[in-house]
RNA sequence: GCGAUCGUGGUGGAACGGUAGACACGCUACCUUGAGGGGGUAGUGCCUUACGGGUGUGAGAGUUCAAAUCUCUCCGAUCGCACCA
């Protein structure tokens, strides 16, 4: 029969939907896995990222099938965001009919490329449901202190027209549309993720096993955690007049206590209190006002092209000296760090001395290098080093003056030591109405009250006007009116909906739950305890500082909520590489696309699995190249063909191993190494190419052979390896060989190792020469013997000075002379 | 600037300190079919006149009997962060 690959991959995915082939079991008792992929956003049609994304996890899970655990592989859609509401805009669409066409179209997709998810778990996140716990947990994130709102300075997309936290900001502009993003003064909510930030710093280590190094680090600077001294710089006289005594000092946070000699001045950032103090009372004159706003009004990317300051007329006390420094606003200190205010070293750092030069302000070195000297007019000196002009520090060690100044410090009341960190609080709310409401009333008599729980989910209104401008919320006429839940007068819905990456923080934990209770509970506590955490997750690097930051406080606050046990969500994480064509990746405005169904219709979803695991390791980039696709059809075709070669049976043959030729037994070792590396691909490498590449060594070896138990057992093993990365003819092979009997552990023959000879290398010096067979039971001498004999041109005349045996690989003779 | 990852044939990539280039793509020759395509056999790092020999994993040094692999310096690439005090 020719290789039909339409033909059996459609038999097979209605096999395994009508036998609920892979739900997950409700039995406790035997062992799991829990293989996920980061859940798609339903945009329309599958992309070639998505293909090698689910093909490297159904791997995982069919494999873990094969080997008799309890798999969970779920699949479900991030189905809330701004793409719907934009196709809105652009095509009249409503934004809920939009997403669940396309959940609709991809999930069809998903099942044509004979993914194993369980179809009883699929969700979408903008599914009532969902909000109706989301919300759940809203309330008693609020209850706990960890959600809370103020005005403050946010992130404004005046393209999307919605606020965006700090992680979906990207070189200024918004992570999704890419355009300049303003700062905007106004009311938001708040996640509190930077109570969790030392713990989100201190589980990483927790992840060194399992997760990719660059991905903790991306973390870890991004937390950016940093300990120093914090004290305050107390204003002299005539500037406390000045400033009406309003402000008696301000305080500043520096790393480097061990320079605080050095300060000459100090800066303020042009949003600090004071300097809005001095403008609003007219302290400063109106043309140095006018160039603060330009400072304040520039966007990221300008501040930081060029160094400006302006001298704010007014001083400081240096906290250790008897003597006074300037006061600067200076473009460079920011708001948000900190306290918005530095201390300046321009003798010991960079920004402080190019502004320093720039303004012709003092420097002041009192660090030397430990060797060698350093021009401190031509360039600031950052190392450690030894303190001079340090009064009683003077000769210390610059490490070690930092406790010493620190201690001093504290000891006499002047400062303290602190930490800081670049996270801040997790802006979540969001101007637009594709989004999970956020369950908050707003009462003029109680204020911001809550939703009460039974009255969950506070779901969308469908009858809505998109037009782009506003939320549309905002404008429906009657959603947002209701009663308050504390007094029942009348009171007004909070119209602005959460930031769609609420949802993915704990998806992973709603697909923990038996979807048959899903009406009544998000999940239980023992159906957590069960599966999680997840054993292999797999996903996109490009999440590594914001799902998966996200996901890890959400698992922490869950824990503290008591609604589970453990700390960290992911024990595994494999991040895969991108899917490229022609160097760059695919992506449609560059015209480099790949459409899978394409070539689902023209080679089949086993042709795509194959070539996709087959071509690149998973973490590493993948070029597209159609010939190679093209072979791994041909492959396909061979190893569906060659299987005329085996014969029917319900169980390995037994093969009397000695009897065999030589080829037999090669043949027999290549297939038995294959199924070893299979195993240790699955469990400890994840480079799938190696393991597809040992399969097809092994069809080689069987290929120069004619004996039909060691073809038919060649076919047991290597089809049930297979069956993880090309389900459909692997199955199809087994239902008729094998009864699906092979798909199942299979044990590995020591026997077919054991050969009566083996060949080792010869290398004089470490210069492999030739080659030797020797016994397996040979002794060291009589191999040392040999290997001199087979070297004899190599050594002739010289002095052997020493004798190096690898068992089974190699002799290597040192020689002198 | 800081950090992470990585530099191996014409290409994708193997080699968990022990014979570098497995497996595949491409290419060449031949056979089969004989439009194309498909199938098969052999060859394919580079240099050298074959046998043989030499050389070779970005460059250089080191550790080791033995280095693509470990260490250091430099060069280059990719990604991330970036005036974070």
Known sequence: MEYNSQQIEKKWQNFWKENRSFEPSEDFSKEKKYILSMFPFPSGRLHMGHVRNYSISDAFARYYRQQNFNVLHPIGFDSFGMPAENAAIKNGSHPKGWTYDNIDYMKNEFYSLGFSFSRERELATSDELYTKFEQGFIIDMFNKGLLYREKGLLNWCPNDQTVLANEQVVDGCCWRCDTPIVKKDMNQYYFKITKYADELIDDLKKLEDGWPKQVLTMQDNWIGKSNGLEFDLFFDD??????????????????????????????????????????????????????????????????QKEKEGIDLGIRVKHPLLNKTVPVWIANFVLMDYGSGAVMAVPAHD????????????????????????HDFTASAYTERGVLFNSGEFDGMDSK?????????????????????????????????????????????????????????????????????????????????????????????????????????????????????????????????????????????IEHAVLHLLYARFFTKVFRDLGYLDFDEPFDRLLTQGMVLKDGAKMSKSKGNTVDPDAIIEKYGADTARLFILFAAPPTQELEWNDSAVEGAYKFIKRFYDRSSNITATDAIPNIEHGSLSKEEKFARKKVYE??????????????????IAGVMEAMNALNVQSNTDVWTEGYWILSSIMEPVIPHVASEISEKYFNLNNFAPQNIIDEVFVEDSVTMAVSINGKARTEIEVAVDADKDSIIAQAKEAGAKWIDGKEIIKEIVVPKKLVNLVVKG
């Open 674 to 691: 294959a199924l070893a590396r299979s195993n240790d691909v699955f469990n400890e490498r994840y480079t799938f190419n190696t393991m």
């Open 238 to 303: 005539n500037s406390l007049s000045i400033l009406d005594n309003k402000f008696k000092s301000f305080d500043v946070f520096t790393t480097r206590p061990d320079t605080i000699y050095g300060v000459s001045y100090t800066a303020l950032a042009p949003e600090h209190d004071i300097v809005t103090y001095m403008i609003e009372n007219k302290l400063l004159s109106d043309e140095v006002i006018s160039r603060i706003k330009v400072m304040k009004n520039a966007s990221n990317i300008d501040r």
């Open 350 to 373: 960079e920004r402080d001395f190019d502004f320093a030069k720039k303004y012709d302000l003092e420097i002041n070195a009192v660090i030397n290098p430990k060797e060698g000297e």
């Open 400 to 540: 070690k003056s930092q406790y010493n100044i620190i201690k001093y410090f504290e000891d006499n009341k002047i400062g303290k030591k602190t930490t800081n960190y670049k996270l801040k609080d997790w802006g979540v709310s969001r101007q637009r109405y594709w989004g999970a409401p956020i369950p908050f009333v707003h009462c003029d008599k109680c204020g911001l009250v809550m939703e009460k729980k039974e009255n969950l989910p506070i779901a969308l209104p469908e009858d809505i006007e998109i037009t782009g401008e506003g939320n549309p919320l905002e404008k429906h006429p009657t959603w947002k009116h209701c009663s308050c839940p504390e007094c029942g007068g009348d009171a007004v819905r909070e119209t602005d909906t959460m930031d769609t990456f609420v949802e993915s923080s704990w998806y992973f934990l709603r697909f923990c739950a038996d979807a048959s209770n899903w009406e009544n509970e998000a999940f239980s506590k023992e159906q957590l305890k069960y599966w999680m955490g997840v054993d292999h997750y797999v996903g996109g």
